[in-house]
């Protein structure tokens, strides 16, 4: 398969998407990049669960999952959002089609920790035919990120790991974490290139916060000998510029200068 590049959406961003982040998207499309796309939800999901008077909790920063919760969960998951994400896709002249991570055996999980963090899954395999079949025939898959067992039961995963895992299963030659923020910011300027190392020490000096540190710790978890680089880019303006990519990139190391 050719190039290949995944994006990861927050669900904070999905509605807010702009022309321009569609534009690049369909640039890409043309030069002949073969394009997935996983989303997340929180937002949506709580305000269901709200509505519905759903009470959840959270663990360590993560949502205890019941089995009510997980039935809101894949309803908005699966149902509104994915569908709204390939509506948006097909408006700007991108074929898509919306599938979770239970569809075609994609993502394969584990029980994280069921009594501290209820139906909640850890990847332990990725099969990624299904998307790869997608992608060669011109369509954008747009995953979902809910799993299943072994046993056939779903679970929720985190889709800042699951997207990590499926860009290795594709050997995706970038892996994009879209935000509402062009990049990693100090000081109002954007860093344009990070190590582990350098993101610790920005975490430690409370420069990275809140939302941004688990994407961060998933795009560090995401390098290996494929994928070099992991960028932090904008879904609210453009990502590209004269073919080239603007955001943070997050690199395992930097070259020395001689």
């Not at 999952?65 to 994915?82: P, R, W």
């Amino acid at each position: 398969m050719g190039k290949t590049i995944v994006f990861k959406c927050g669900g904070s961003v999905i509605r807010e998407l702009s022309d321009e982040f569609f534009e690049n998207l369909k640039k890409l499309a043309e030069e002949g990049w073969h394009i997935a796309v996983v989303h997340g939800g929180g937002p949506d999901i709580t305000r269901m669960l709200d509505k519905l008077n759903i009470h959840t909790e959270f663990v360590n920063g993560q949502r205890k999952t019941s089995k009510k919760v997980l039935d809101v969960a894949e309803m908005v998951l699966s149902g509104s959002i994915n569908k709204y994400f390939v509506s948006e896709l097909a408006k700007h002249g991108l074929p898509a089609v919306g599938v979770s991570g239970k569809d075609g055996g994609l993502l394969v999980a584990e029980y994280l920790n069921e009594k501290e963090y209820g139906k909640v899954g850890r990847i332990t395999k990725v099969n990624g035919q299904m998307a790869e079949a997608l992608m060669e025939k011109g369509f954008i898959p747009v995953i979902a990120p809910l799993s299943m067992t072994a046993a056939c039961e779903t679970l929720n995963v985190n889709a800042d790991l699951a997207a990590s895992a499926i860009a290795g299963a594709l050997r995706a030659d970038k892996l994009m974490f879209v935000t509402d923020v062009k990049g990693i910011m100090k000081n109002e300027n954007m860093l344009s290139a990070l190590t582990p190392e350098e993101i610790e020490k920005l975490i430690a000096a409370g420069v990275i916060s809140g939302g941004m540190i688990p994407k961060v710790n998933s795009a560090v978890a995401a390098l290996s000998e494929q994928m070099e680089e992991v960028m932090i880019v904008s879904g609210k303006g453009s990502f590209l510029k004269e073919d080239a990519f603007i955001g943070t990139k997050i690199i395992k190391q930097k070259e020395a200068v001689s």
